[in-house]
């Protein structure tokens, strides 16, 4: 197989780093960006600002918040135990390999769909073969500055996070010399996942998290 038709074969798999939107640069896959938590505490302590809340009661409010995190882990490792009585090492090895097996099948079934979806759109747009090696050409050089910048320290989050915006903000530029607005628009709505909407974080099957504390 040469070098252009594996490319050509990998285009839908690999074309959602280089279509996410801006936005998305402070809030990147965990392998590729600052944890969300140093974006909520800005957040909190902005609105913590404009509520008038003094220090004291931010503190007492901190205080809480951690508290209700710590019975949540210690919740969890009881529960833990629980299932680990109830199942046994020769229950517990089972469970996982069957959970293994359905994410893998899961992966695959929204990966198929997922090519499906944007070979739909490449072939409505017809590409053609040399625009679709070219954007190929990015994702690679996406790649390797994304691991460029994953190793890379930083004095602050926010040094972090500019960095992150100027990376997907050049490979966006570089994405509209092939495609236009409409055209990167609808191809990022193909990479989604059925039922996340723009902007929306994936659970990966997590399910819903218990609520937090009123607290900000």
Known sequence: MTTSLSRKLLMPAVLAALVAPLSLAAHAAPDHAPHPGDHRDDIRQEVFERAGIDQQTR?????????????????????????????????????EKAKQQVREEHHAERQQAREARVKAL???????????????????????????????????????????????????????????????????????????????PHDHGHGPKPPEPMDG
């Open 59 to 95: 503190d007492e409010l901190k205080e809480a918040r951690e508290a209700y995190h710590q019975s949540m882990d210690e919740l969890r490792t009881e529960h833990r135990q629980q299932v680990d009585e109830i199942l046994g090492d020769d229950g517990k090895a089972a469970l």
């Open 122 to 200: 490449f072939d409505e747009w017809e590409l053609s073969d040399a625009t679709r090696d070219a954007l190929a050409k990015q994702h690679d050089e996406f790649r390797t500055q994304a691991k460029a910048l994953k190793a890379q320290e930083f004095e602050g989050p926010e040094e972090r996070r500019e960095a992150w915006k100027d990376l997907f903000q050049s490979h966006h530029e570089a994405l509209s010399e092939y495609l236009n607005d409409e055209q990167m628009k609808a191809l990022g709505n193909a990479m989604r996942p059925e039922g996340h909407g723009p902007g929306r």
